[in-house]
């Protein structure tokens, strides 16, 4: 076990990856890089502002669902992401005296990662379909779902209930898309980050003051701005109810700082964008 690990110690262990084409692997033993990893979490504001945020919800989480996480005893940035993992379930469990279920699944998991799983006990499940989406008690799972495609999310979102969403941050992993674009392609992600958006700008006029005056606009500038208006094509509006969903709003619990507590760390892009997201019904 390490123990006190500092930065330079996760660095010296990350040097410790050899490249393989895309792929990264430790010579240290799996089991050694995952404590590494797990001590430096430990002393990071990224997990205590992530442990903070969950605390409300501890005793509702019953499970966690994990899914895309890549090959995690291969991959630097999974292996990191697997520890993360480690580190939510064992602050559940301590928190609430009890052991919570895992369910986890990727398809490009190898017979070694297989095998390791199933070697953790009858908590642990590797399970491509979650068999628990109608159970109606939606607020019981924690998704955790690093690095996840679109596609994905978007199916995710389509059979599922997820209220606790620990991914990629919705608004900036979706900004290349126009909102039709995004609509007509992944419309269920498409209306959280509708409903994100507007509390998005709420909080900036908020914190930038822009409710409390009106600033003065020059009389030439309002007439250049009337002429540019008139030149610009209407954007159509998008029918955001035309998609039966069940959930009703979307919010950030938090995105760490603005990503400030993600960002030039040890475990590098093993994280990016990573957000807490609460999905309401």
């Not at 990350?14 to 404590?35: C, L, M």
């Not at 501890?58 to 499970?63: A, S």
């Not at 399970?127 to 690095?147: A, C, M, R, W």
């Not at 008139?230 to 509006?237: A, G, R, S, T």
Request: proline share 4%.
């Amino acid at each position: 076990m390490v123990v006190g690990t500092s930065f330079m110690d996760i660095e010296e262990t990350r040097t410790q990856f050899k490249k393989t084409g895309k792929k990264a692997v430790p010579a240290a033993s799996f089991e050694q890089n995952v404590q590494a990893n797990r001590d430096f979490l430990k002393k990071s504001e990224f997990l205590s502002d992530l442990l903070e945020n969950l605390q409300p919800h501890l005793n509702n989480i019953k499970k966690v669902r994990c899914v895309a996480i890549g090959n995690f005893q291969e991959d630097f940035p999974a292996t990191f992401q697997f520890a993360l993992l480690l580190e939510i379930i064992d602050h559940i469990n301590n928190e609430t005296s009890r052991d919570i279920l895992i369910s986890l699944y990727d398809p490009i998991f190898t017979e070694n990662e297989m095998h390791y799983l199933e070697s953790l006990g009858d908590k642990w499940v590797i399970q491509e379909n979650f068999s628990e989406i109608n159970t109606g008690d939606y607020k019981s799972v924690l998704y955790f779902l690093p690095h996840a495609p679109l596609d994905l999310t978007e199916r995710i979102l389509a059979s599922e209930c997820p209220h606790l969403w620990l991914a990629n941050n919705m608004i900036s992993h979706t900004d290349r898309y126009t909102k039709a674009k995004l609509f007509e392609k992944y419309p269920h992600l498409g209306k959280l980050v509708h409903y994100l958006q507007p509390n998005l700008v709420a909080e900036t006029k908020k914190q930038d003051g822009a409710d409390d005056f009106t600033a003065f606009v020059p009389k030439r500038k309002r007439k250049n701005k009337n002429n540019s208006t008139k030149l610009k094509v209407k954007i159509p509006d998008i029918d955001y109810g035309s998609i039966a969903t069940k959930f009703t709003s979307c919010k950030i619990l938090t995105d760490f700082d603005e990503g400030k507590y993600l960002k030039e760390r040890p475990w590098i892009n093993s994280f990016s964008d990573l957000t807490l997201h609460a999905i309401g019904y």
